[in-house]
C-alpha cells in the first residue's frame, strides 16, 4: 500500500475536501494537471503530497508513476484552535480555527482482462428421422 500523510494542515477539512473529490479515483498523471489548473489554495498542498506519494512507490516498491492511480485521499479534521473575538457590552463570539490530517492512498492500476460471454449450451437432441 503506497501511502503519504499531511497533519495539522491549517484550512478547513470542508474545503480542502472540495479539491481532494477533484482527484480521487483520476490517474496519477491526470490528477496533476488537475491541481495544476484549479483555483483553491489547498492545490498547492495536495500537489505536494501526491508527489510525496509517488516518490514512496518509486523508491520503496519500485513502481513507475504512470500505471498509479488514486485509490483513496481522505481528509479529517483535526486540532481545532478557539478564538473569541470582542464585541459590544465585554461579550465575545468565539472563533473556529480548524486544521485538517490528509492521507492520500494510491494503488497500481492492473488492465482489465476481456470479458468472456458465457454461451448457453443447448442439449444435443437425437434428430427426428426424415419421413
Do not use: C, F, W
Request: overall charge positive; aromatic content about 2%; proline content about 7%.
Amino acid at each position: 500500500m503506497i501511502t503519504a500523510s499531511l497533519k495539522n494542515y491549517r484550512i478547513s477539512p470542508r474545503k480542502v475536501r472540495l479539491v481532494a473529490d477533484m482527484i480521487r479515483g483520476k490517474n496519477v498523471m491526470d490528477a496533476k494537471n488537475i491541481l495544476s489548473a484549479a483555483l483553491k489554495k489547498a492545490k498547492g498542498p495536495l500537489s505536494d503530497l501526491l508527489d510525496s506519494a509517488i516518490a514512496n512507490a518509486l523508491h520503496n516498491h519500485k513502481i513507475e508513476k504512470e500505471s498509479l492511480y488514486v485509490q483513496e485521499i481522505r481528509v479529517d479534521q483535526g486540532v481545532t484552535l478557539k478564538r473569541h473575538r470582542p464585541v459590544s457590552r465585554g461579550s465575545a463570539h468565539p472563533i473556529k480555527k480548524r486544521s485538517s490530517h490528509v492521507s492520500i492512498v494510491l494503488a497500481p492500476r492492473t488492465p482489465k482482462a476481456p470479458k468472456v460471454v458465457a454461451v448457453p449450451k443447448t442439449a444435443d437432441k437425437p434428430a427426428k428421422a426424415a419421413k
